[in-house]
């Protein structure tokens, strides 16, 4: 999951969705005096092309003792992703031109439903939840964006778009869902970036 | 007030009915407007402009059709016909909408529909009440006989998990239809009865939809701490408190604080116990795509875990057939996680040996959040992975 979530972050975009489709190897190698080093070779895909598969393989490393660095990880994808320098063009300007700041929330829904032209918002919140569990995952925990509680667009004087999200990350062994605050800048050529990130202080007990 | 059809055949008739169209005390309202000759032209005309309408067109001999004779009356059958297919009121299990998620009351009087239509087969039991005082109900559905050997399905024991209960939903429909048909499940109904529990956790789910969808855990308020609820998942009593849950109750994992604390899962315990004749016991969960067999609170495997497995191979086999959806399987503590006090570990224990997990789709796109439109191929492909497992009971009875 974190090398998914790290390839995501730095693959992924408003029109790319990447996800798992199969994990071929995996290898576990534990190294002295350093952590423990997992060799896996994926499938990987995106959710919007589903003929299209490209393999990845990938090195993640859990430094020992380390808990709260992020692990490192290196990764190479073999195979080419379906283009969306369209679709990035033609979201990215659409923000651009929208008079009032786009705000959101529950995406998806209740029911699931998500309305289309929130579909790249989300995605956006899919590759900003990569980077949250690459920074956040140790090798006990597995993490999967639950749902965005809420977004906001924050105008910009430069070219970038900014977006400020409360995301929910469900992790699975403790099965708690978890709020966080992300704040992520997007540009058609220059990707996503991360500017902050907290988890949400405070817990409801119920 | 009435719609009228002109069709006008002639450049006078087209010229009458355009010289309505100024006519603005009237308050025509043109659905269709004139366009030329030949083309209908449909006027909405209110009560008080009927009379001259038709004096005008009938005065020069333009012929007129009433089409729609009491626009209110149609308003409101519509009204109520939205009010029906919407969210209220399904008449019959046959134009229930099994495609869209549904509210506890909904479900509830589902199932009502469904044994007041079937009732050589179905009948609802009352096994309990939650913590908030909500019946818990199951269905069964019987050929007759006296305590047969039976099958046990629930669906909807973390209430969060949304397309387990619509699953279940479209599940005792199914049931009810094969045996109409006297196929699939018609031939297992000859020799063993069949318990649905579709909402296992009615308080949560209830939750679910007033305040948080993200809801786990049963409702109950224990210890005097802040938090509530308990993991129905941890709760029984098969390696209770160890490793693989949480004894702080503001977990998602909280065990409780004994086995069996929860009613929604003693009252499960009560009714296995007390029919004494269960073979086969499938607890319904999402997500991942793992069809899973216990044990999950311990590495030590269980006697049966050959076979276990290789039901796993033919049920995750058929599922699959259908649309390609991807199952992993294995014991709960090797495929998943440790897992302490969990369901199909005590059933297991109990001597139900085909004691089974299914986690249902997706694999973490859209995780809890489901879209509707996937829960009917969802309860079609774990229908056959159920049927394998039903099947094999069946056929191999201990």
């Known amino acids: ?206 | 007030h009435q719609v009228l059809r002109v069709v006008p055949k002639s450049n006078e008739e087209l010229q009458k009915v355009q010289e309505l169209q100024h006519l603005e005390h009237l308050k025509l309202d043109f659905w269709l407007s004139p366009r030329g000759l030949g083309y209908p032209v449909d006027i909405h005309v209110p009560f008080p402009s009927l009379q001259p309408v038709k004096v005008h067109l009938e005065a020069s001999g333009v012929s007129y059709s009433i089409l729609i004779e009491d626009v209110q009356a149609l308003v409101d059958e519509e009204q109520m016909e939205m009010l029906r297919s919407s969210r209220q009121l399904p008449l019959t299990t046959n134009t229930f909408n099994y495609e869209a998620y549904h509210t506890l009351s909904e479900i509830y009087d589902f199932m009502d529909m469904l044994v007041a239509e079937n009732p050589n087969l179905v009948s609802k039991l009352e096994i309990g009440r939650s913590t908030e005082n909500r019946p818990l109900y199951v269905l069964k559905f019987s050929t007759g006989g006296t305590n047969r050997p039976a099958i046990w399905i629930d669906t909807g024991i973390h209430s969060r998990e949304w397309v387990t209960q619509a699953s279940g939903v479209w599940f005792a429909k199914k049931i009810v239809e094969d045996h109409a048909n006297n196929e699939g499940v018609a031939s297992i109904l000859e020799t063993m009865d069949i318990f649905l529990e579709i909402v296992t956790n009615p308080d949560g789910f209830a939750y679910t939809q007033t305040t948080n969808r993200m809801w786990r855990k049963t409702r109950s308020k224990h210890s005097g701490s802040i938090c509530v609820g308990v993991d129905p998942n941890r709760n029984w009593d098969a390696g209770f408190g160890e490793a693989g849950a949480s004894a702080n109750p503001c977990s998602e994992t909280y065990h409780g604080p004994y086995a069996n604390s929860e009613p929604e899962v003693k009252s499960i315990v009560d009714f296995v116990k007390s029919h004494g004749n269960i073979k086969a016991f499938v607890s319904i969960h999402s997500y991942s795509q793992l069809l899973l067999y216990p044990y999950g609170y311990t590495e030590t495997p269980v006697p049966d875990q050959k076979e276990l497995h290789e039901i796993s191979t033919k049920a995750v086999a058929a599922l699959s057939s259908l649309y390609g959806t991807k199952y992993t399987y294995g014991s709960i503590i090797t495929t998943i996680y440790r897992a302490s006090g969990g369901t199909i570990d005590w059933t297991y224990n109990q001597g139900i040996k085909y004691s089974f997990t299914f986690e249902l789709r997706d694999t973490g796109r859209y995780g809890f959040l489901l879209p509707a439109k996937q829960i009917v191929p969802t309860a079609e492909e774990t229908w056959l992975g159920l049927m394998v497992i039903m099947e094999h009971a069946r056929d191999n009875m201990y």
């Open chain 1, 1 to 206: 999951a974190v090398a998914v979530g790290y390839v995501r972050y730095r693959r992924g975009g408003p029109g790319r969705g990447l996800e798992l489709r199969a994990l071929r190897r995996a290898r576990r190698q534990d190294i002295d005096d350093v952590g423990h080093k997992y060799y896996l070779e994926l499938e990987l895909g995106d959710v919007l092309d589903k003929d299209r598969t490209v393999n990845c393989t990938a090195e993640v490393l859990y430094h020992l003792g380390h808990k709260n660095t992020a692990p490192e990880v290196q990764f190479s994808v073999e195979g080419e992703l379906r283009s969306t320098e369209e679709a990035d063009e033609e979201f990215y300007n659409r923000i651009r031109s929208l008079e009032k700041e786009l705000v959101a929330e529950n995406i998806p829904d209740s029911h699931g439903n998500i309305p289309q032209e929130l579909e790249p918002i989300h995605l956006l919140a899919w590759v900003a939840s990569g980077y949250l569990i690459w920074q956040n995952s140790t090798e006990n925990t597995h993490f999967h964006l639950a749902q965005i509680k809420h977004v906001k667009q924050v105008k910009r004087s430069d070219e970038d778009l900014q977006f400020d999200y409360v995301v929910l990350l469900h992790e699975m062994v403790s099965q708690e869902v978890i709020p966080w605050e992300v704040a992520v800048l997007w540009h058609p050529r220059r990707g996503l970036r991360v500017s902050r990130d907290r988890r949400q202080p405070g817990h409801t007990p119920g």
